[in-house]
């Protein structure tokens, strides 16, 4: 199966790229946007884990939906890029999006929701403000510790931190200009001309319409007029950590907004 991929691929010159996202933050987004450039440029697509025993090939577009790609990938020459997106904007985007049960395991019962779904849970609370409160205490947390720490994982830390560019999902979906998809490019050693129409004809401002399912809106700071002020003290207690890490806010400041 490898020497076939590597007898599919035209060298870019590129050696291995590695595109993380996280959940609710651009994933089924870039995962199109990569696959559509893969089929172009003929290069091999590979969405890995970190638990994936990486044989190869030593040029590939290697894809992972959390960020966390496999050990065998830390000492080799990579090219990297992550999307991250505002945290307040991931819990209500996850509230919405996991109320509906599209996968498997928002519909499995668990003991710590008392026998219930995650869906089931979510979906039982009467007030979207208690969703929000939910979801930034679960699923939307973990997200965003993720987006922070890499799983607490030093190696995958430092992994991140020497070889990825970090482009913001906000500047990323609003990128009429192009400027942040060239950054891509360059970083990724990849052809400007193809990937840009493929990026623009992918994204909201190029004419990709929401399906209502893994995109509902897209719209950035939606916090500003979702949150109340009691779910922004409740976040930033939470997370206030992750915006100051993450470059979104520089202090508490903006909790009064609300």
Not at 2 to 26: D, E, M, N, P, W
Not at 65 to 88: C, E, K, N, Q, T
Not at 238 to 243: F, G, N, P, R, T
């Amino acid at each position: 199966m490898i020497s076939k991929i590597k007898s599919l691929f035209q060298s870019t010159g590129g050696g291995v790229r590695c595109i993380g996202a996280y959940h609710k933050a651009g994933t089924v987004w870039l995962n199109g946007v990569f696959r559509e450039v893969s089929e172009q440029l003929q290069i091999p697509f590979l969405e890995v884990e970190t638990d994936t025993d990486w044989a190869g090939p030593t040029e590939a577009l290697v894809f992972n939906h959390s960020s966390r790609f496999p050990p065998a990938l830390f000492d080799m020459p990579v090219h990297g890029l992550r999307i991250v997106r505002d945290p307040r904007d991931i819990v209500i985007s996850g509230a919405h999006y996991h109320g509906k049960g599209l996968e498997d395991w928002l519909l499995a019962e668990q003991d710590v929701f008392g026998g219930k779904s995650y869906c089931e849970t979510i979906n039982s609370l009467p007030t979207v403000q208690e969703k929000y409160s939910f979801e930034m205490r679960n699923t939307a947390g973990y997200v965003i510790r993720q987006m922070v720490h890499a799983d607490h994982n030093k190696a995958l830390n430092s992994f991140i931190e020497n070889n990825f560019l970090m482009i913001r999902y906000e500047t990323l979906i609003n990128d009429v200009e192009l400027l942040e998809v060239h950054r891509i490019c360059k970083q990724l050693k990849l052809p400007f001309e193809t990937v840009s129409p493929i990026f623009v004809n992918r994204s909201l401002f190029g004419g990709q319409k929401t399906d209502g399912k893994h995109i509902r809106s897209g719209k950035t700071e939606q916090w500003k007029t979702e949150f109340t002020r009691k779910t922004a003290d409740e976040f930033a207690r939470e997370h206030q950590y992750a915006l100051e890490a993450l470059g979104y806010e520089d202090n508490s400041e903006w909790v009064k907004q609300l």
